[in-house]
């Protein structure tokens, strides 16, 4: 060896101790070097190290080059391979795995297609992965972050030195990884990164981490790899021949942390909310549970809504088989499971992806582009396919590993417009001038594409609150290709008709009658969500007029208006027995009040809309179709009267009656579609739902008229601030 090759190798040790080697599987493990295998080891503590192979051939004692824990050695061996290091020092022994033995486990496949943006499985190549590789049992470490001059895996099991683990850099893709043996189900750990201007950043958590720990701490978790077994095969397959814009949706939108707590303050988990929320939300005839986000996030009163783990169910509750094991259950009881989704933001936490790898690497570097000024989050960049392949895996993921049915796509409209919440000058315009955010149209098209063509009978919802056309249109129509959008209008416009006292709703009519105007546009779900009933706005209830007797009377037909309406249905959870307090995140529902009559009369009248819809095919069947619905009586100002047919090919039709005044009207004349009798499938003033239990006993007739637009006529009885449901029975 020279004298230039030893000072170089001597730099190259020096590298390898202070944790600056830019290429340590260069030089550390096995390397031919002059035809002789040289084995290089760096194992901090150690002041005696001999090398053995897998069979326990011994190799010898190494050299000790440095005192930092470097050592070296000659070695006879006819091949490369594992290597098994016997360390001691004066307080013990212990064995080592040599990292720098083994080979890369991702390959030139794994380099095409992330290269080109389409590999669908990143969830099964990036994160942490235990396997078996090359004879040993250990774990797969791999992490995006093509800015670094180095990556180590740090945690519990070295230490958190950043200097013993480091990776392996695939170069053309900016992938890092590692095999480290022995490291299983249940390791801490974390990626140390130093930047492209060699600081190193506050420790990462894994992007890909399918486990995390229960906050406040933010270490990702080796999760168990025993696959699940699930018990839900019927179900999929079922699932899989839906046409869910012709069949119920009536959704249940739940906070896990807030439904229901255990006695002393704590969380219920997830296989606890298995077993009392699947019942309660199945008997109460809801088709799919709606979780607020689940994905893992540091800050409780963020409701999830600003996740650090997008592939990691949320700790709070349990580990990732319990969260399985709470759809299995739901499936079970014949309930789908929706998941909300947040592709449109992210915390700048440290220990999260802002910032990730000493560059803006997920975010836009411009914060015109990269910022959210309401929320203080990052804005992904959806012009970067690797940021694409992350968020389009993840909703993949859900759909596949956990068997999700749906996935309920958060703050879409921020998504879609450059200048959201942004004065002039604030924002970048398109390419074309505009304030279109192209490459986020394009995102959530391949988005709802991939889900729909590797998830039959899955289904993607907007929260879109604009008029953004084509929302719920097939991408190859030119639409974004979701397959239901909220409708925000219809819940706004409803709400503020029925906060209005009642003397005073004859001069607003229109707000509950515009949303017919547009209600075919789109595929629409209505939703009366947990945005209504926080943040000052109240509960429903007490956004309704009147006194005590009056407000549950409001709520009860607003609740019918509702699920007569055309659309599917979608409640928060304690609004189904008119919860009086605003909700709030940090304390359970207060089921107390179902000891009450009139909570408990609301309950039974959601139980029972919700059976009239599951039931009668003129509710559901074309609640996106313009051929099911039909004023009838639309112009009623004076009185707040308003009534409509709902119809299906081949069922009989329902007609919808609300007065959503406190009068009493008798001898009410209602055009109706056919002369015979018409049953009231609900009254909601009726004595079981604690109403004053006035009606029509039952049923009325209509009779045949001539000479008007309809072919027949019924004089009704509505009850005070009521709807009622009327169904043909027979001639």
């Known amino acids: 060896m020279t004298k230039e090759d030893w000072q170089a190798d001597v730099r190259e ?27 290089r080891a760096f194992v901090p503590h150690a002041e005696m190290l001999s090398a053995f192979t897998l069979d326990d051939t011994a190799l010898g004692h190494m050299i000790p080059r440095h005192p930092g824990g470097f050592f070296e050695a000659k070695v006879s061996i006819s091949k490369r391979q594992p290597i098994r290091y016997h360390a001691k020092n004066a307080g013990g022994e212990w064995d080592v795995y040599d990292a720098y033995s083994f080979g890369p486990v991702l390959g030139p496949m794994d380099d095409y297609y992330m290269g080109e943006g389409n590999h669908l499985r990143l969830f099964d190549k990036l994160g942490a992965h235990e396997m078996e590789f090359e004879g040993i049992h250990g774990t797969h470490f791999a992490v995006w972050a093509p800015n670094a001059q180095r990556v180590s895996v740090v945690g519990p099991f070295n230490e958190w030195d950043g200097r013993r683990n480091p990776m392996r850099n695939r170069f053309e893709n900016g992938i890092w990884e590692v095999f480290i043996p022995v490291l299983g189900t249940g390791t801490l750990y974390k990626y140390e990164i130093v930047g492209p201007d060699g600081v190193t950043q506050p420790l990462k958590a894994d992007p890909f981490a399918r486990q995390s720990e229960m906050r406040p701490k933010t270490a990702s978790i080796v999760p168990d790899p025993t696959p699940f077994t699930w018990t839900d095969d019927k179900y999929l397959e079922e699932r899989a021949t839906r046409d869910w814009r012709r069949t ?21 988990s997830y296989d606890q909310l298995a077993e009392q929320l ?24 963020s409701w999830g809504y600003q996740p ?22 739901a499936h079970e009881a014949g309930l789908g499971v929706i998941l909300d989704w947040v592709p449109a933001h992210f915390p700048t936490d440290a220990h999260g992806l802002s910032n990730f790898d000493g560059t803006a690497l997920y975010e836009h570097a411009d914060p015109r582009q990269g910022f959210h000024p309401d929320w203080n989050t990052a804005i992904y960049n959806f012009g970067r396919k ?33 200048d959201y919440s942004r004065q002039q000058g604030e924002w970048v315009p398109n390419k074309f001038g505009g304030n279109e955010n192209l490459e986020a149209v394009e995102f959530l098209r391949r988005v ?3 889900a729909y063509r590797l998830h039959p009978g899955t289904f993607m919802i907007a929260e879109e609150s604009t008029s953004w056309p084509g929302v719920s249109k097939p991408v190859d129509a030119g639409g974004l290709g979701f397959g239901f959008k909220w409708n925000m209008g219809f819940m706004n416009d409803t709400l503020r008709f029925m906060s209005r006292e009642t003397i005073h709703r004859k001069y607003h009519h229109s707000d509950m009658t515009f949303g017919t105007v547009y209600a075919f546009s789109e595929n629409f779900v209505l939703p009366l969500s947990h945005d209504e009933v926080v943040h000052g706005k109240g509960s429903l209830l007490e956004k309704m007029p009147g006194d005590d007797w009056q407000k549950f009377a409001n709520l009860r037909a607003y609740f019918a208006f509702m699920w007569g309406h055309p659309g599917k249905k979608l409640l928060f959870m304690g609004q189904e027995f008119a919860q009086r307090d605003e909700w709030a995140e940090a304390k359970s529902l207060d089921w107390y009040l179902l000891d009450a009559g009139m909570h408990e009369g609301i309950r039974r009248l959601i139980s029972d809309l919700n059976l009239a819809y599951r039931e009668l095919p003129a509710l559901h069947e074309r609640d996106c179709e313009p051929e099911g619905f039909e004023w009838v009586i639309g112009n009623d100002h004076g009185n707040s009267v308003l009534a409509w047919l709902r119809k299906a090919p081949g069922s009989d039709p329902i007609m919808v009656v609300s007065n959503f005044t406190p009068v009493p009207r008798s001898g009410y004349k209602i055009p109706m579609p056919m002369a015979g009798k018409w049953v009231e499938r609900i009254n909601t003033d009726a004595g079981w739902y604690a109403g004053s239990n006035t009606g029509n006993q039952g049923a009325v007739v209509a009779k045949a008229v001539e000479g008007q637009h309809w072919p027949a006529e019924a004089e009704l009885y509505l009850p005070p601030l009521s709807t009622l449901f009327l169904k043909f029975e027979s001639v």
């Open 308 to 329: 650090t783990g997008l592939y990691a169910p949320t700790a709070r509750f349990g580990d990732p088989a319990g969260f399985a094991r709470f759809v299995d259950a």
């Open 278 to 301: 699947v019942p309660y939300a199945a008997d109460m005839g809801y088709t799919h549970i709606e979780l607020l986000p689940i994905s893992e996030h540091p800050y409780d009163p």
């Open 13 to 39: 040790v020096e590298a390898v101790v202070s944790g600056r080697h830019p290429n340590p599987f260069g030089f550390l493990g096995l390397h031919e070097v002059n035809g002789q295998w040289v084995l």
């Open 248 to 268: 119920p949706m009536s959704i249940y939108e739940v906070h896990l942390g807030s439904w229901r707590r255990r006695p002393d303050g704590g969380f219920l």
């Open 386 to 418: 690797e940021v694409v392949s992350f968020l389009l895996n993840n909703a993949l993921y859900w759909l596949e590993k956990f068997h999700i049915d749906g996935l309920r796509v958060d703050a879409v409209a921020s998504m879609l417009y450059l």
């Open 448 to 450: 709802n594409t991939e």
